[in-house]
């Protein structure tokens, strides 16, 4: 009976719940965020240091070279110390979701929320109230933002994007390429980033919009030079439909040739071999009649009805969805949608000339923006994003080049970064780089802490102001100077002036060509503040020597 109970006291031990209090909290919290700050600090700045890291416990293999603060944070799964795990990966998780949402700024919300949360545990454990802090910091932050949108300036001509560029990828030629393409694309612009073919940076500008979704048999491929199949004045299909009997397809054949139509593009989700021997023999003589099928694009339910709706307002058919108990049978003429030109080749489909109603065209692309404005997850942006670019028509390949696979890879990623921030460059403008913008939000924090009383908000406004020379401080001493010069250098050079650590001198950062995004800059300030703020509440840590089975696979 003993060793009965004995086992049963073990077993409810080694689950047992670990209850961490103050100060043990602060301390081990902030030991695992200095040891992520410490890891993407080094790469803020025209001048960054680079981090290697271990692919495998294999030493024959190349470690990987970073110079992206997101992706840096993103590869560090655990750390040792369990207080010091929980820190690092809530400072992880920060910058992952600024990395998702803005393609840049990670480094510098980094250095920011290490000043911040540095600086507001000092005011708690001196006897200052968290929650009032945490009110108070999160009240500055919207000063700063506010401060920050009222100084954002509009770029105008692929000269600008290109500096702006350049600020971001610190890759001259990427950034003359990156401006240029999305001068043509604009904002909502598709682009895809591909390895390249040779050591030089290329780019491809495709006429119309495509989707993924190739045609279902090779055989339909008529240009075996080009691999693909064009066909004008077409007839369109648009459907989810599986399609396994060929005479289903017998009413819209009628249909099409009575309209003297003499070509037909068949969108479905499936195709039986009887149905693609049908279609192909009715295309014997293609001058005659020609009738090709592709799939469906998207592969979520979800994406696809939404595909398939922006093909059916951009060509000026019906989308005919098998849940709606649509039949081809009872297909007439007004379902079909219309282009002046369309191609399809083993993975894309691409229109040319929609022949859909313009207005209701321009309605549902304002629609699908202000969907865009309002999403918060970066999934449903980069989607609804891709969605508006088709329909707009703006697309490009850019092939990134290099000597190895390993450089190509970090080009990639760069060019990535750099189109993600270009994009928030073009919707909300630019700001003077190099942390010079951070700088200029102080006189609006000083008036407001000029005017305030409680000790615990004139704490928050002074940590702020603090904060916001984090930035220009680690791109200076990344560069391998002394940021305590230098910062008495830009102060008597007066405002919009900063440090250009390229050329090591203080320089106006406008007229240097050094900007930055003004969407991602607040993004950071956001991300920054508001994460720091809430990180200074965390009083207690749990930790589960056992988690539940549900925890683990969450």
Request: proline share 3%; with cysteine.
């Amino acid at each position: 009976m003993r060793f009965y109970f004995q086992e049963v006291f073990s077993l409810m031990k080694s689950r047992t719940q670990r209850v961490v209090l103050q100060p043990a909290t602060y301390q081990g919290f902030q030991k695992g965020i200095d040891q992520i700050v410490s890891a993407v600090r080094p790469t803020l700045g025209p001048l960054p240091r680079i981090v290697a890291l271990e692919k495998t416990a294999s030493s024959n293999q190349m470690p990987e070279i970073l110079d992206d603060g997101g992706t840096i944070a993103r590869r560090i799964i655990e750390i040792a110390g369990r207080d010091e795990d929980m820190g690092a990966m809530y400072m992880r998780h920060l910058l992952w979701r600024l990395h998702q949402r803005a393609g840049d700024g990670t480094a510098t919300a980094a250095v920011m929320f290490k000043s911040i949360f540095d600086l507001g545990v000092r005011y708690i454990t001196a006897g200052g109230n968290a929650m009032q802090l945490r009110r108070h910091l999160e009240k500055g932050m919207r000063v700063i933002v506010d401060e920050l949108a009222a100084k954002a300036i509009h770029l105008e001509g692929k000269e600008q994007l290109a500096q702006i560029a350049e600020s971001i990828c610190y890759d001259p030629p990427l950034a003359r390429m990156m401006g240029e393409i999305f001068d043509i694309i604009g904002e909502y612009g598709r682009l895809e980033i591909r390895s390249g073919r040779s050591r030089e940076l290329e780019r491809e500008y495709v006429e119309g919009m495509y989707w993924k979704g190739g045609v279902v048999s090779r055989q339909m491929i008529t240009d075996h030079r080009k691999l693909r199949t064009e066909m004008e004045n077409a007839a369109i299909l648009i459907t989810d439909f599986d399609i396994e009997d060929p005479r289903e397809l017998m009413p819209v054949m009628q249909t099409v040739v009575q309209a003297e139509i003499r070509s037909l593009l068949i969108i479905a989700s499936k195709l039986s071999d009887s149905a693609i021997a049908f279609l192909l023999a009715t295309s014997k003589d293609p001058a005659k009649f020609q009738a090709i099928a592709v799939k469906s694009p998207e592969m979520t339910t979800t994406a696809r009805v939404g595909a398939l709706e922006d093909l059916a307002i951009l060509t000026g058919g019906r989308p005919l969805a098998k849940v709606a108990g649509y039949t081809l049978g009872r297909v007439t003429l007004d379902d079909l949608g219309r282009a002046r030109r369309l191609w399809a080749d083993r993975t894309y489909l691409g229109i040319v000339g929609g022949r859909g109603d313009p207005r209701a065209l321009r309605e549902h692309i304002a629609t699908l923006r202000a969907a865009f404005k309002h999403a918060d997850e970066p999934q449903d942006r980069n989607k609804l994003r891709e969605r508006i670019g088709k329909l707009l028509g703006g697309s490009a390949t850019l092939w990134v080049g290099g000597a190895t696979e390993l450089e190509i890879q970090a080009r990639k990623e760069r060019a990535q970064r750099t189109a993600d921030a270009l994009r928030g460059a073009i919707a909300d403008g630019v700001l003077p780089g190099g942390g010079v913008s951070l700088l200029a939000c102080r006189p609006a924090l000083q008036d407001v802490l000029d005017q305030a009383t409680d000790p615990d908000e004139r704490a928050a406004y002074r940590i702020l102001i603090k904060a916001l020379e984090a930035s220009i401080r680690t791109i200076v001493a990344n560069a391998g100077y002394d940021d305590s010069e230098v910062m008495a250098e830009i102060k008597q050079a007066g405002t919009g002036y900063g440090f250009d650590v390229r050329v090591g001198q203080v320089a106006d950062m406008a007229q240097a060509g050094i900007f930055d995004s003004a969407s991602v800059l607040r993004e950071t300030i956001h991300t920054a503040i508001a994460g720091a703020a809430l990180a200074l509440t965390v009083d207690v840590l749990v930790h589960r020597k056992e988690p539940p089975k549900a925890m683990e696979t969450a």
